[in-house]
């Protein structure tokens, strides 16, 4: 059974930090792309950022939308079959349910489109205040 557990969300001020992890099961990690997407109250899904599990560890590629570089650094764990996104300088705006994800490529999380991937895990609610 595939599975992707999402967790490390929480409540937390604006600046703060906080780290989510996906970890995976039911497929081969190394066979896919983990990409981070996030849903605000209102709003559509939007893709955050990827990592390449799939080149080997010494050459994974990271991607990010603009609204998140060099605040949020994603890495993975191949051999935990584990994927993390490192939050920092958390704004109000970062506010959404995060959801972790298994694509072929980047490409599909940094377009967003959702029916392009391949398997989705539960979300974890991420919650910035003010």
């Known amino acids: 059974e595939v599975q992707l557990q999402a967790f490390g969300g929480g409540l937390v001020q604006a600046g703060g930090s906080l780290r989510l992890s996906c970890a995976a099961s039911?497929?081969?990690?190394?066979?896919?792309?983990i990409g981070w997407f996030r849903q605000a109250p209102g709003k559509e899904r939007e893709g955050v950022s990827c990592?390449?599990?799939?080149?080997?560890?010494?050459?994974?590629?990271?991607y990010y939308v603009d609204s998140v570089k060099g605040r949020f650094t994603i890495s993975s764990d191949n051999a935990k079959n584990t994927a993390y996104l490192q939050m920092n300088g958390l704004k109000p705006e970062d506010t959404a349910v995060y959801y972790c994800a298994a694509t072929e490529r980047c490409e599909v999380v940094l377009t967003t489109s959702l029916d392009l991937v391949d398997y989705w895990g539960e979300g974890t609610q991420v919650t910035v205040s003010s």
């Open positions: 039911g497929f081969t990690f190394d066979d896919y792309a």
């Open positions: 990592i390449t599990t799939n080149y080997g560890r010494t050459d994974s590629r990271t």
